[in-house]
């Protein structure tokens, strides 16, 4: 079965690191990329960015653009979003997500597996 | 670029036919996707190429459009299909969400 299966709740104080995980199964990792969305509480669906871990290459929003770090370990098929400064704002659900690509369909490309999310909460 | 949908909510009843509407800021050529989301739950694929149903969602779904405006219809509301639905454009980097509609029972 394919699935992205993401660490852990986090409850974390201003200005405190964080990394989160999401690893992949059932698939070959290297060869999709894998994105990560951001949902603020009672609010819609944000694009962060995407990393292909077949060679790290990375894209961010020009909204998440050095606030946030993803990474990629493809030795254990884990992908990886990570603050090195919180702040209360950063208080949200975060999902991964298996961007899928059609070859057989004129190149076109979805987020077609998603993980079940990990909430992080960040407060004083 | 920006997607717009229309309407932000949307209050219908069980077998009514409803359509929601993405526009784009820029052609997108069909690089669309509709996700659906449950309270508690991770958005589901439903539609991807703006109108090619995914693997396994019902064909009370459908899809249609090209360039920067794309429906997304249900032809017959179920009980399970009231939920917030989202668009989503893949043409180009970063991969931008519409803002939502809520499908709420009358």
């Known amino acids: 079965e394919v699935q992205l299966v993401q660490s852990g709740a986090e409850v974390k104080k201003p200005g405190e690191s964080l990394k989160i995980s999401c690893k992949a199964s059932?698939?070959?990792?290297?060869?999709?990329?894998i994105g990560w969305v951001r949902q603020l509480p009672g609010k819609g669906l944000e694009w962060m960015g995407i990393?292909?871990?077949?060679?790290?290459?990375?894209k961010y929003s020009p909204s998440f653009q050095g606030q946030v770090t993803i990474s990629a370990d493809k030795s254990i098929s884990t992908a990886y979003l990570q603050w090195s400064s919180l702040k209360a704002p950063d208080t949200a659900m975060y999902y991964c997500?298996?961007?899928?690509?059609?070859?057989?369909?004129?190149?076109?490309?979805?987020?077609?597996?998603w993980g079940q999310g990990t909430m992080v909460t960040v407060s004083s | 670029i920006q997607l717009t949908q229309s309407p932000s909510f949307l209050s219908a009843s069980v077998g009514d036919r409803v359509t929601i509407t993405c526009r784009a800021s820029?052609?997108?050529?069909?690089?669309l996707a509709w996700y659906q989301q449950k309270p508690g739950t991770a958005p589901n694929l439903l539609i991807y190429?703006?109108?090619t149903l995914q693997s396994g969602v019902p064909s009370r779904f459908s899809g249609s459009g090209s360039g920067t405006e794309f429906t997304l219809t249900i032809s017959s509301l179920q009980p399970e299909d009231f939920a917030t639905y989202y668009c989503?454009?893949?043409?180009?980097?970063?991969?931008?969400f519409g803002q939502g509609t809520k499908l709420e029972i009358k």
């Open positions: 997500a298996r961007r899928n690509y059609y070859y057989d369909s004129g190149g076109h490309k979805s987020l077609d597996i």
């Open positions: 059932g698939y070959i990792f290297t060869t999709y990329w």
């Open positions: 990393i292909y871990p077949g060679d790290s290459d990375t």
């Open positions: 820029q052609g997108i050529s069909s690089y």
């Open positions: 190429a703006a109108s």
């Open positions: 989503q454009q893949l043409n180009s980097y970063p991969y931008s």
